[in-house]
C-alpha cells in the first residue's frame, strides 16, 4: 500500500474555511479524490481531480459542495489540496484522500485502492 497522509482538518464554525491535505509518499497518481462519511451515511464523493501530462488538468466535483470546495494538486511536492470555504454543518464528516491507477468513474469510491486515515471536520453553527 501506498501511503496517503491527510492533514488540515478540525472544528471551524458555519461559514469558515478549512484546507486538507493528503500527500503520496512515493507514487504520482493521476486521479486523485476526496471523500467524506458522516456518522450513519455511507462515504460519498466529494471531489476529484484528473492530471494529465498532455491535457492537463480535470476537476469534478458533488453538487453539494461545487462553487465552495476546491480541489488542486502541487505535482512537485505529489500533494492534492481540498480547501473548503463556506462551510456548512451538513459538511460535517470525516474526509478520506483516495488514489487510483484505474480509468473508472472519479465519482465511485469502489475505483480507489489507494485511501488515507481519514481526517475529521465538524463544523458548529
Known amino acids: 500500500q501506498v501511503p496517503l497522509v491527510e492533514s488540515g482538518g478540525g472544528l471551524v464554525q458555519a461559514g469558515g474555511s478549512l484546507r486538507l491535505s493528503c500527500a503520496a509518499s512515493?507514487?504520482?497518481?493521476?486521479?486523485m479524490a476526496w471523500f467524506r462519511q458522516a456518522p450513519g451515511k455511507e462515504r460519498e464523493f466529494a471531489a476529484g481531480?484528473?492530471?494529465?501530462?498532455?491535457?492537463?488538468?480535470?476537476?469534478y466535483y458533488a453538487d453539494s459542495v461545487k462553487g465552495r470546495f476546491t480541489i488542486s494538486r502541487d505535482n512537485a511536492k505529489n500533494t492534492v489540496y481540498l480547501q473548503m470555504d463556506s462551510l456548512k454543518p451538513e459538511d460535517t464528516a470525516v474526509y478520506y484522500c483516495?488514489?487510483?491507477?484505474?480509468?473508472?468513474?472519479?465519482?465511485?469510491?469502489?475505483?480507489?485502492?489507494?485511501w488515507g486515515q481519514g481526517t475529521q471536520v465538524t463544523v458548529s453553527s
Open positions: 512515493d507514487r504520482t497518481f493521476s486521479r
Open positions: 481531480i484528473y492530471w494529465t501530462i498532455n491535457w492537463g488538468t480535470y476537476t
Open positions: 483516495a488514489a487510483t491507477q484505474s480509468y473508472g468513474s472519479i465519482y465511485n469510491r469502489h475505483e480507489f485502492g489507494y
